[in-house]
């Protein structure tokens, strides 16, 4: 392997965890976090991003719908009956430590997809077969929500090899046969088929790790007065041209990392707002932009004047004006001069959190934002991130209210909370709502000021769910039976009734203090994979044995009943 990338690949399995884990499987986890959008694989531990043992020709399967990560037909049914509208895109990803290209696999991989895709993947593979029965679920129910873009799919063929290897005519033709063999299903929209190698694998390692930093040009602008927390803040325009160098890569795909500050994402072309963003653009009266869009703002970490009107940005997010940049992504290429184009830009540089999330939140509070979209910048996040700095309860984990903030920090990756583990991992072992932690994580968002993260509540039952939830995943990755993972949450709960015998108090309570500890303290030891075990064979003892469905799994009645069985099991 190249030394540059097998040092990368050290670094990566230290950083998580993943010594006791296969070359082979953590493999196919680092290179799934290097190809794929960090917004994606940010939803699921490590773990869960491998397909079952042995799946042929994939290691990697997500199907995303409207941004969110979708498992199986019940999470599908969720999110459908939610919206009008469902951008559809499927990843997938082999990936081998060979340092040699075998072209027919490229062709294996394809043909495992295209089964996929069309309802007959292959069987006894449960993981992929739950995605290619919900796929077909939105096919057959709610086709006319997925016209207008039709589904996309993008395979990553990756491996450790040499970029002669990669460039290869033998290996690029076949790349480009199963390129066009997906293009050539009618039900498609993009595809895309690509084979990376240990050069493209390095790229892709130094731009996650790297601080976004560009250098644009802004004619059209006034610096503001001196004030509190801010180095710079400038108010201008900004043509499209240069916005383009704002939020795309060098390759000309959007780079979703520098919105990772704003507190929604985007909300897809069939949105009305969006979609009059699209056709002013496109229309002769794109030039009174400037008085019809609010435009975008940039907060930077550092700022430097360049030669002429141009400046350097680096660390840089945009926090507002999500919807419009992507609108410009969009369209730009049908544009016939897109320097011609402007925007309204506000440009603030600072390196203090608070007058940033002030900002954040002031740009936001007069768009259609639901409060929960801006839980990261709440008092109580603050002060829970402060309480996990402390470390009361010693379990030197860090928790992410604003993702990204970890990248260049030593904690190991797989010590870092953010906001929606947090929230279900708290679901699962302190507020007995397991299901609901399972399942499409809107509904746990609605509850955000009553259930979870209420300011009454007290901080270390957040901190011991947590650490629950860290040493399950390490259980998995250890020693743990795989086939328990769906009750991932569940054992949490169990686990809770098992060590205190019986029911937690209440978030607010001042002795819930002790029973946080309890938690903590139950899986310090090395026979705490055995413990969770035992949670999960509660569970089997309550079903028959069988692990339930997915459907069972999200039902309040069947985390009720699994209640009650767990409390006679913890008094006897």
Do not use: W
């Not at 006894?124 to 077969?129: D, I, M, R, S």
């Not at 006319?144 to 450790?160: C, E, G, I, Y």
């Not at 007069?366 to 379990?395: C, G, H, I, M, W």
């Not at 709960?493 to 938690?519: C, F, P, W």
């Amino acid at each position: 392997m190249d030394p540059l990338l097998s040092g990368l690949f050290k670094k990566f399995k230290e950083s998580n965890e993943l010594g006791d884990v296969s070359d082979s499987d953590a493999f196919e986890m680092f290179a799934a976090k290097l190809v794929l959008r960090d917004d994606l694989t940010d939803q699921v531990t490590l773990s869960e991003l491998l397909l079952d043992p042995s799946t042929p020709g994939i290691d990697v399967a997500l199907l995303e719908v409207n941004g969110e990560l979708v498992r199986d037909e019940s999470d599908a049914r969720e999110i459908c009956s939610g919206t009008g509208k469902l951008v559809v895109a499927l990843h997938f990803v082999q990936a081998k430590t060979s340092t040699n290209i075998h072209s027919p696999e490229i062709l294996n991989m394809g043909d495992v997809v295209r089964r996929t895709l069309t309802g007959d993947s292959p069987t006894g593979y449960p993981k992929l077969e739950r995605i290619s029965k919900a796929l077909q679920y939105m096919f057959e129910d709610h086709a006319t929500k997925m016209q207008n873009p039709r589904p996309s799919v993008h395979l990553h063929f990756v491996t450790a090899a040499s970029a002669q290897s990669v460039a290869d005519a033998s290996t690029q033709r076949r790349r480009a046969t199963e390129e066009a063999s997906l293009s050539d299903l009618t039900f498609l929209g993009e595809a895309s088929v690509e084979v990376e190698g240990a050069v493209q694998l390095v790229e892709a390692s130094r731009k996650k790790d790297a601080a976004n930093e560009v250098d644009v040009v802004l004619k059209k602008s006034i610096n503001l007065p001196s004030m509190p927390g801010v180095e710079q803040a400038i108010l201008g325009l900004i043509s499209l041209d240069q916005l383009l160098l704002l939020i795309r890569n060098d390759d000309g795909s959007l780079n979703e990392r520098v919105f990772y500050d704003n507190v929604r994402g985007f909300q897809g072309s069939g949105n009305p707002v969006n979609d009059r963003i699209q056709e002013t653009l496109k229309s002769s009266g794109n030039l009174l932009l400037p008085v019809l869009n609010n435009g975008v703002t940039v907060v930077a970490s550092q700022y430097a004047p360049r030669p002429g009107d141009e400046v350097r940005l680096s660390g840089y997010q945009i926090v507002n004006g999500c919807q419009t940049s992507h609108c410009v992504h969009l369209v730009a290429d049908e544009l016939e001069d897109v320097s011609a184009v402007q925007l309204p830009i506000r440009v603030i540089v600072t390196d203090d959190d608070e007058v940033a999330s002030n900002i954040i939140l002031a740009t936001n509070s007069q768009t259609a934002v639901n409060d929960s979209d801006l839980v990261a910048l709440t008092l109580f996040q603050k002060n829970l991130e402060e309480f996990y700095q402390l470390d009361p309860l010693r379990t030197r984990l860090a928790y992410e209210r604003r993702s990204g903030q970890y990248f260049d920090d030593p904690v190991p990756r797989t010590r870092v909370v953010a906001i929606r583990e947090q929230m279900r991992a708290l679901a699962g072992t302190f507020s007995n709502l397991p299901h609901l932690a399972t399942r499409y994580p809107k509904d746990l968002y609605e509850r955000i000021g009553e259930d979870i993260f209420a300011d009454q509540h007290r901080y270390e039952p957040y901190v011991a769910s947590a650490y629950a939830a860290y040493r399950l995943e390490s259980a998995f990755r250890t020693s743990l039976d795989p086939k328990f993972k769906p009750l991932r949450y569940h054992i949490l709960m169990a686990h809770k009734y098992l060590t205190l015998g019986g029911d937690s108090l209440a978030l607010n309570d001042g002795r819930i203090v002790a029973q946080s500890e309890e938690i903590v303290e139950s899986l310090r030891g090395s026979d705490y994979v055995g413990k969770l075990e035992d949670a999960a064979r509660a569970i089997l003892d309550f079903t028959g044995g069988e692990v339930p469905t997915s459907d069972r799994l999200k039902r309040a009645a069947f985390t009720s009943d699994l209640r009650g069985h767990l409390a006679r099991e913890a008094r006897s």
